[in-house]
């Protein structure tokens, strides 16, 4: 099955953890691609659904993963020190996270949309970014290396990335998103105007 650069750049930020959980882990071929690498030992695969789980078993049978039918965290009796929560929106993502361990456990997070939100819930919520990479593959992805911790984040750092800001690929990005608001500008009333002016500034003037 073809993976995306997503796929494989999600697979990429597993070097160097022992046990994988994938959450939502759909095809599992994140977790395939993880072991094809040699970065993993072990690996837990979970989803909500029998379906997607049964077509991660059949792409995993050959290595060693143990498969979980659970609501985020909440099913997960194994220890692992990396979670993948990839590929969802960024309220899902809040929510499952609302249950994650107390542990020191590395979580990369990639959410389809809403990322200020995001941000903001991990801070809000005791978890510090540890980094941003920016991912394009005919969309624009953002993923989050985050850790339990304190973080203090600003109006722009929420919008615009505490980490992802001080990368020079950040620019294609926040040029996009200007090209959204101004197509979006002259169709909306005075009061949306006003408030895509405000983020036209954040992204232009950084």
Do not use: W
Request: net charge neutral.
């Amino acid at each position: 099955m073809a993976r995306s650069k997503r796929i494989l750049f999600l697979a990429e930020l597993t070097k160097g953890y022992h046990t994988v959980l994938d959450i939502g882990t759909d095809h599992g071929l994140v977790l395939e691609r993880a072991f094809e690498l040699g970065y993993i030992k072990e690996g837990i695969a979970s989803d909500l659904r029998e379906k997607p789980l049964k077509s991660a078993e059949n792409n995993l049978k050959n290595y060693p993963v143990t498969f979980v039918i659970s609501d985020g965290f909440l099913a997960i009796r194994k220890p692992f020190d990396l979670a993948i929560i990839a590929g969802m929106g960024a309220h899902l993502i809040c929510d499952i996270m609302d249950h994650a361990p107390k542990k020191d456990i590395t979580y990369i997070l990639q959410s389809n949309d809403k990322t200020d939100i995001l941000r903001e819930y991990l801070m809000n919520h005791g978890f510090m970014i540890l980094d941003e990479y920016l991912v394009k593959d005919k969309f624009f992805y953002i993923v989050l290396k985050v850790k339990r911790g304190f973080s203090k984040l600003s109006h722009e750092d929420l919008i615009l990335g505490p980490v992802l800001k001080t990368k020079p690929e950040s620019r294609m990005f926040y040029d996009h998103k200007i090209e959204q608001i101004d197509k979006i500008y002259e169709k909306t009333d005075d009061f949306r105007k006003e408030e895509l002016d405000k983020m036209r500034k954040i992204y232009k003037n950084i």
